[in-house]
């Protein structure tokens, strides 16, 4: 009996404890978030284009507005969404938008580069080593697609396939800024 009197007590306020542990991971994760898409800049990255040039944000997208979207072969959401990143390129281009999807380091290079070749992907594609998405707050969900403002701000992450009604006027936005 005094086994089992024991046990009740510890029995109920685990579950209690756990909770707790995860109010406050929630919170953490709350903070982190809201503190990394609203006043992060975007971080000094370069990326690895499939025809072996390497661009900068510090050097060749500085004072430009751009997306970087990571994304896989793999992803089916990436795929989804993709016709539409190749329209909203398309759409904002004249106006000076620059576009770079990043395939993530475990797409397999070969892919990438018959997927960009049979869509005829209209923008830059490039190929990550793991260094990219690490210094974009260590991406590992795909699609992920930053918005980029003239002075390097990250206005905008998107985690999954993005509002394009959103994106579309946050871009509208940023591209008529001076």
Do not use: H
């Not at 109920?12 to 994760?29: E, F, Q």
């Not at 900068?56 to 430009?64: A, E, I, P, R, V």
């Amino acid at each position: 009996m005094s086994q089992a009197t024991q046990d009740s007590p510890s029995r109920g306020k685990s579950p209690l404890r756990y909770i707790v542990m995860a109010v406050i991971a929630a919170v953490i994760a709350c903070t982190g978030y809201f503190a990394f898409g609203g006043q992060q800049r975007a971080p000094d990255a370069t990326f690895t284009l499939l025809s072996g040039q390497k661009i900068s944000t510090s050097g060749d997208l500085k004072g430009k507005v751009y997306l970087v979207n990571f994304w896989a072969t793999n992803c089916e959401t990436c795929m989804k969404e993709m016709p539409e990143m190749i329209n909203t390129y398309n759409r904002f281009k004249g106006r000076g938008l620059e576009f770079v999807a990043v395939a993530m380091s475990y797409d397999a290079p070969m892919y990438v580069t018959n997927y960009a070749q049979t869509r005829n992907l209209p923008f830059k594609v490039a190929m990550d080593d793991g260094s990219a998405a690490k210094q974009f707050g260590n991406v590992q969900l795909t699609p992920t697609t930053f918005v980029i403002d003239r002075n390097g701000k990250i206005l905008k992450r998107y985690v999954g396939e993005p509002s394009f009604s959103e994106l579309d006027a946050l871009l509208e936005k940023a591209l008529n800024a001076a």
